[in-house]
């Protein structure tokens, strides 16, 4: 009579490595999902940036195709309106409003004026106009706070002198209705504003934050203010 002296797995060890792998892939998975919607955070971050830098350059390279809003409907080149920049703004801080600011290009000379007094010029009649406008959706459900947790409302006006070509940005932290209130405060030139950026539960962590340097004239001066400085 032979003996065989193999083994098995007994069913306690079967369910201990069964247990013990499940921890593992568990615990890969809940690592891996962490770290794909801290990327997600920090992607709703940049995109948030480079849409606000971007006006910037739709206002430097503006072309006037005589269809924006209440300005005259005549072929390019022909038409007396004159794109003069965007207004953005947000009333709940999810969602970034992209409006056209245009003109009429006066009958009379402002060539003394500088980059400032000649948006206050009454022959530009400067005002929103009612087409053209885009709403931006900030990104993975993200959303604008300021430091005590509530949502962040503010208001940019970016402006490009006709004269001078010269870029001036006014910023108010506060969603303002009409731009006058804008150009007749030249304070709101030196303001600067900052959007902490609140995952809304998409992860545990410090918050980053993007910030609108006061005085700007161009895209640079919008900056990413990383988790340990964002004081957010």
Partial sequence: MKFSNETGYTIIETMLFL????LLVTGILAGAGASINTQRY?????????VLQQQYSEVSNVSNDGTSGSCDSKPRGQSDCVILG????????????????????PSSSVSSLNDVEIFKENGYTIQISSSGNTTYVIEWSSSLVNESNIPKLFSMLILR????????????????????TLLTKEALLNT???????????????????????????????????????GC
């Fill in 19 to 22: 247990g013990i792998s499940g």
């Fill in 86 to 105: 965007r207004y953005i703004t947000t009333i709940d801080g999810k969602n970034l409003l992209i409006q056209d600011v245009i003109g009429k290009t």
């Fill in 161 to 180: 002198s006709p004269n001078s070509g010269i870029v001036r940005t006014f910023l108010a932290n506060n969603p303002i209705v009409g731009i006058q």
């Fill in 42 to 50: 920090r992607d709703s971050v940049s995109s948030l940036q480079s």
């Fill in 192 to 230: 600067e504003v900052k959007m902490c950026v609140d995952s809304n539960g998409l992860f545990t962590g410090a918050r980053m934050a993007v910030q609108v340097m006061k005085n700007i004239a161009g895209a640079s001066g919008i900056e990413v203010l990383e988790e340990a400085g964002s």
